[in-house]
């Protein structure tokens, strides 16, 4: 005698606990075919090589392999219900496309993610910029994205669903989005273009003169720039005003700095000895690098004293205040110990008036009175 319970004869509902063991023993038997395949035996092949990219590819196969496993098994389970109608067939169909897509998607999504991290771990670390290292988060962030935009629009492509619409929808709401951030996505252009152009890198010393701003550059990121001024604050300087602004690298091309300083000394002084002894004080201070030139440059007659300048050279632009103060010392010193006066600024005034003039004469000395 034939039995029905919901509406499946005894005969269906053994071929559907048959195809039930199916997807379960696929299960059990799936994760022990990717140990034995992929854990053990690629994993054998990859150990002898001296490249890991072969491990990276190794972690992108384990889990979708797993799951591929156990859709084809679900796939050839459902298959063998001859019982199922055709509108059922229909949905396997669909659901089947699904699931196998879902497979295909990540794979791809799990190779996009390990190479990028074994290019930062393997790669990045031995070229002598940071600018793969600073880049690769947002290449990797920017090809997932397009990744998931592509992968729904074929699923949306299969069901036939009509995605014109939707991309122009996309479209107006991004350009909408743009103008809304365009001050962040001015500052993520710049900084894009900075880490492109590296006008500066991450531990140069940099002064931007429209801020009256200077420091040691910290941190390069999309939006902002972070630098240390020497009283350990930071400042936090977006990307566009980098951009926009006069920057000067005091650590480019190298660390050596000239300085230099304006000392004036009294009128009648013999001009040749002077420069000697300014020369002579400055290469005598600690400091001082001995390969570069010192000199004193006589410049201008000022109004109370023969403008000299003089400049020299230091090893890194750290000393630079210190430098400064050495220096000073080493020059007043110096030039008093020779007897050359540095006059502080005075002014002569002088009166004229007419010979035989009483009356003039009467009143510049009440003046002086």
């Known amino acids: 005698m034939e039995i029905n319970f919901l509406g499946l004869s005894s005969k269906q509902w053994t071929e559907a606990g048959i195809s039930l063991l199916i997807v379960i023993a696929a299960a059990v038997l799936g994760r022990i075919l990717v140990a034995i395949l992929i854990d053990r035996g690629v994993k054998r092949l990859t150990t002898s090589t001296k490249t890991s990219l072969d491990d990276a590819l190794l972690k992108t196969l384990r889990k979708p392999t797993y799951w591929l496993i156990l859709v084809i098994s679900l796939d050839i389970a459902l298959r063998r219900l001859g019982f199922l109608t055709a509108r059922w067939g229909t949905q396997i169909d669909m659901l089947l496309y699904v699931l196998y897509f879902c497979i295909g998607f990540m794979y791809v999504w799990n190779f996009i993610q390990n190479m990028f991290t074994w290019y930062g771990k393997e790669i990045a670390h031995r070229t002598e910029t940071d600018l793969d290292k600073q880049l690769m988060p947002f290449f990797r962030r920017v090809a997932l994205i397009i990744l998931s935009v592509v992968g729904l629009i074929m699923i949306l492509g299969y069901f036939e669903v009509e995605i014109g619409a939707l991309i122009t929808t996309l479209g107006i709401g991004s350009l909408a989005i743009a103008l809304a951030a365009q001050a962040a996505l001015s500052d993520t252009i710049s900084g894009f273009m900075i880490m492109i152009d590296r006008p500066f890198r991450i531990g140069d010393r940099i002064e931007i003169l429209e801020l009256d701003t200077w420091g040691d550059v910290v941190d390069i990121g999309l939006r902002s720039s972070r630098i240390r001024t020497r009283d350990n604050r930071m400042v936090?300087?977006?990307?566009?005003?980098?951009?926009?602004?006069?920057?000067?690298?005091?650590?480019?091309?190298?660390?050596?700095?000239?300085?230099?300083?304006?000392?004036?000394?009294?009128?009648?002084?013999?001009?040749?000895?002077?420069?000697?002894?300014?020369?002579?004080?400055?290469?005598?201070?600690?400091?001082?690098?001995?390969?570069?030139?010192?000199?004193?440059?006589?410049?201008?007659?000022?109004?109370?004293?023969?403008?000299?300048?003089?400049?020299?050279?230091?090893?890194?632009?750290?000393?630079?205040?210190?430098?400064?103060?050495?220096?000073?010392?080493?020059?007043?010193?110096?030039?008093?110990?020779?007897?050359?006066?540095?006059?502080?600024?005075?002014?002569?005034?002088?009166?004229?008036?007419?010979?035989?003039?009483?009356?003039?004469?009467?009143?510049?000395?009440?003046?002086?009175?």
Request: proline share 4%; charged share 20%.
């Open 236 to 369: 936090i300087v977006p990307n566009s005003v980098l951009g926009k602004s006069l920057v000067v690298n005091h650590s480019y091309p190298d660390t050596q700095y000239r300085i230099q300083i304006h000392i004036g000394i009294a009128y009648g002084t013999d001009i040749e000895k002077a420069r000697q002894v300014m020369v002579e004080a400055v290469r005598n201070a600690e400091g001082v690098l001995q390969e570069h030139q010192v000199e004193a440059l006589f410049l201008e007659f000022g109004a109370s004293a023969l403008i000299f300048r003089v400049r020299w050279w230091l090893d890194s632009y750290v000393d630079t205040r210190r430098m400064f103060d050495k220096v000073n010392t080493a020059l007043y010193h110096a030039l008093n110990e020779a007897g050359i006066e540095i006059p502080h600024p005075q002014m002569d005034v002088h009166h004229h008036f007419k010979p035989g003039d009483p009356a003039q004469f009467a009143r510049l000395s009440g003046s002086r009175s």
